[in-house]
């Protein structure tokens, strides 16, 4: 059974991480924000980066989540994410992809938050071709592939141009991938 101070320091180390950066943020800072103790910390986590992979893995738990209810929410129609993605641009704390800037953060390919951040990217071409198959779509995987190509894109585009059109373009041009695929099926 998780503790309060665990999911303090997850909560805390979550919301520091995204805001200013994982490398920027020192185990102090974690403490001071979290109201934990240091060797309450090292009971949860052996390392800085054992509590960056928690962090992740619980995001991408919640990215799922959050990714099945906006399906189910708009009856199956996976453009919904680049609609939710905008929304969510509109917020003031959006800073981008967490995965995204775990992976940038890492700089080596086979560390374990960028071995993460690589699981929900193609855990969310999954749930996005499944989602396509379901809606009786063709070609599917390439398909989503290419959405998360076109988020990924339209995301790190979005923040760059401070605005919001970005995420509507990729929406745009992933509904012409799919309607391409679908007229030559």
Request: aromatic share 8%; net charge negative; with cysteine.
């Amino acid at each position: 059974m998780p503790t309060q101070a665990r999911e303090r320091l997850l909560d805390s180390a979550e919301a520091l991480f995204y805001r200013h950066g994982i490398q920027a943020i020192g185990i102090d800072r974690l403490l001071q924000d979290s109201g934990v103790g240091r060797a309450s910390f090292y009971r949860h986590f052996e390392s800085k980066e054992a509590l960056v992979s928690a962090v992740l893995a619980r995001r991408d738990a919640a990215w799922r989540e959050m990714f099945d209810d906006i399906l189910d929410a708009c009856d199956g129609e996976p453009l919904a994410l680049f609609d939710a993605m905008a929304a969510r641009y509109a917020e003031n704390d959006f800073r981008g992809c967490a995965f995204i800037n775990a992976m940038v953060e890492a700089a080596d390919r086979h560390s374990p938050w960028h071995l993460i951040a690589v699981q929900h990217k193609n855990a969310l071409i999954e749930r996005i071709a499944e989602s396509l198959r379901a809606a009786g779509h063709t070609d599917v995987k390439k398909q989503a592939t290419q959405w998360v190509m076109l988020l990924d894109g339209a995301v790190i585009t979005a923040m760059r141009e401070s605005h919001i059109w970005p995420i509507q373009e990729a929406r745009r041009m992933a509904a012409q991938l799919r309607d391409r695929s679908d007229a030559s099926s």
